[in-house]
C-alpha cells in the first residue's frame, strides 16, 4: 500500500503544517505503509491557465500510483491555501482528469483563528468531483506562535484519525458519488467514473441467483413411409408436428411374494422381572452414593446411607461452595506460551512487545524462535510488533471473544511496527 502526503502550508501555519506532516508520516511507516512525501511550497506549481506542466505531471503520477491520498492545507482567509487550491484545478485538465480516480482523499487544514471547516470542507467537495472518496476530515486550529507539537493531545487525535484513515483504504470503503460531483462532471464533460477499484466486467454480470433449469421439450420429427427409403441426407427433412398429450398407461403390477407369516406363539420374549432390576437398581445407587460421598465430600460430613430417604448431609462445620478461580489479565498473558501451537507456527520467527494498560498494566514481550515461545518481563530489544491496548480488550482478544484484527480495525487497539504480525496472535495461540 502507498499513501502520498501533500503538505500545501504557506505563510507563519507552514512550521505546524510541516509538524502535521511529519506526525502523519511516522504513524504510517509505523504501520508498514510506504509513504511519499510532497511539499508544494517546494515545487514552484504555476498557476492554473489552462496548460500542462511539468511540475505538475510529476505530482499527478504519484497521486496515480497510490491508494491514498493525504492533503494538508493551512488556511488563509477562510480558505485552502492558494498552491494547494491550484493542484486541485489542475485536475480539470483532460490529461490529469483520471489521476484522483478511485483514490482515497484524507484533507486536514491548520488555522490560527477561523475558516478551518470551510477548508475541509471544500477540498473535500473538489477532491469528489475529481473522482476522489473522501476518507477523512481533520480541522485544526492552533493559537498564533504555538506548536503543534507541544501539544500532546493534539498529536494524539492526530495519529487516531491517520490510523482510522488507515483502516478506510485498506477495508476499502467507498462512498457513491455525490449528485454535485456527478452534475459538475456532466457540465465539465469529464468522465464518469465508477466507485471501485476492480470494474465489474459487461461480459461476465454477477450472478445474484441462479434459476432452476427447466427440461426443454424437443420437438418430434415425424418421418412417412414414402421418405423411409430416401437418403440419409432426405431422411432428415421430415415433417415436425408437436405429439398431443396422451396420459401415461398404467404400468402392469408385478405381484409380490409374501413371506409366510410366523404364527405369534412361536416368538416369545422373557422379560426380566421388575423386582430382580429394582434390587440391583438400589444396590448401585447406594455403592455409587457412598463412592462419591467419599471422593466429595469433607472427611468431617456424616451422610447416612439409606437408599430410600434423601437427608441432608449434616457437617460440623457449614461447607462453602467451590468459587472458580479468575485469572487477571498478567496471568493470562504469562499463561500464553502453553496456549502456544508449535505445529501452526513453522519457522515462523516474531516478537510482539505487549504494552498492556488499565487496572492491571502489563509490559513484557513475547518471543517466538525455533518452535518455542516464552513470556518475558521488560522491553525488548528488537520487537516486530508493539500491541497497545487496555487489559479489558486484551482479555477478550485472550479468550477468543474478539480477533486481534477486528480490534484493531474498530479502534480498541493500536499496533505499532509490522502489522501483518498482527493475526498470528489469533493464528499460533488456542483461546484461553
Known amino acids: 500500500m502507498k499513501i502520498v502526503v501533500i503538505q500545501g502550508g504557506a505563510g507563519l501555519l507552514v512550521q505546524n503544517a510541516e509538524v502535521v506532516m511529519q506526525i502523519a508520516c511516522e504513524t504510517l511507516r509505523e504501520l508498514h505503509i510506504e509513504v511519499e512525501e510532497i511539499r508544494l511550497y517546494k515545487e514552484k506549481i504555476p498557476y492554473y491557465e489552462g496548460a500542462i506542466q511539468n511540475s505538475v505531471s510529476k505530482i499527478m503520477e504519484k497521486i496515480r500510483s497510490a491508494e491514498g491520498i493525504l492533503l494538508i492545507s493551512s488556511v488563509h482567509i477562510l480558505g485552502v491555501s492558494a498552491v494547494l487550491k491550484s493542484l486541485l484545478e489542475y485536475g480539470e485538465h483532460p490529461t490529469y482528469q483520471t489521476a484522483f480516480d478511485n483514490i482515497f482523499v484524507m484533507s486536514i487544514a491548520i488555522s490560527d483563528g477561523l475558516g478551518e471547516r470551510e477548508t475541509v470542507e471544500y477540498i473535500g467537495r473538489a477532491v469528489s468531483i475529481l473522482g476522489a472518496s473522501e476518507g477523512g476530515r481533520l480541522a485544526l486550529t492552533i493559537k498564533s506562535g504555538e506548536s503543534i507539537g507541544e501539544d ?35 457540465v465539465k464533460n469529464m468522465p464518469l467514473q465508477p466507485r471501485m477499484s476492480k470494474p465489474m466486467s459487461v461480459e461476465q454480470p ?17 418421418k412417412s413411409p414414402e421418405t423411409s427409403n430416401l437418403p440419409i441426407s432426405q431422411k432428415d427433412k421430415g415433417v415436425k408436428t408437436s405429439m398431443p398429450w396422451m396420459p401415461p398407461k398404467e404400468q402392469p403390477k408385478i405381484p409380490v411374494k409374501s413371506e409366510p407369516k410366523v404364527p405369534s406363539e412361536v416368538i416369545s420374549v422373557q422379560s426380566p422381572s421388575f423386582e430382580i432390576f429394582t434390587e440391583r437398581q438400589v444396590a448401585d445407587i447406594e455403592e455409587l452414593t457412598q463412592l462419591f460421598a467419599k ?22 462445620t457449614p461447607v462453602s461452595a467451590p468459587v472458580p478461580a479468575v ?19 513453522g519457522g515462523i520467527s516474531v516478537i510482539f512487545q ?3 494498560t488499565g487496572d492491571e498494566a502489563v509490559d513484557g514481550f513475547i518471543s517466538i524462535q525455533n518452535g518455542q515461545c516464552e513470556f518475558r518481563d521488560g522491553e525488548a530489544s528488537q520487537a516486530d510488533i508493539t500491541v497497545l491496548a487496555d487489559c479489558d480488550i486484551w482479555i477478550q482478544v485472550l479468550k477468543g471473544k474478539i480477533s486481534a484484527q477486528k480490534a484493531f480495525m474498530t479502534g480498541q487497539l493500536k499496533v505499532r511496527g509490522n502489522f501483518i504480525h498482527l493475526g498470528k496472535i489469533d493464528q499460533l495461540f488456542k483461546k484461553m
Open 152 to 186: 500532546s493531545e493534539i498529536k494524539e487525535i492526530i495519529e487516531k484519525q491517520i490510523e482510522d484513515f488507515y483502516r478506510i483504504v485498506r477495508q476499502n470503503r467507498r462512498l457513491p458519488m455525490s449528485s454535485e460531483a456527478s452534475a459538475y462532471r456532466l
Open 206 to 222: 454477477p450472478v445474484f441467483f441462479v434459476p432452476e433449469q427447466q427440461e426443454e421439450t424437443q420437438p418430434v420429427v415425424t
Open 295 to 316: 471422593q466429595l465430600q469433607p472427611d468431617d460430613v456424616i451422610i447416612e446411607p439409606n437408599p430410600s430417604v434423601y437427608k441432608r448431609p449434616t457437617a460440623k
Open 327 to 345: 485469572k487477571t489479565c498478567r496471568q493470562m498473558t504469562q499463561n500464553l506460551p502453553h496456549y502456544f501451537q508449535p505445529h501452526l507456527a
Open 354 to 356: 505487549l504494552k498492556i
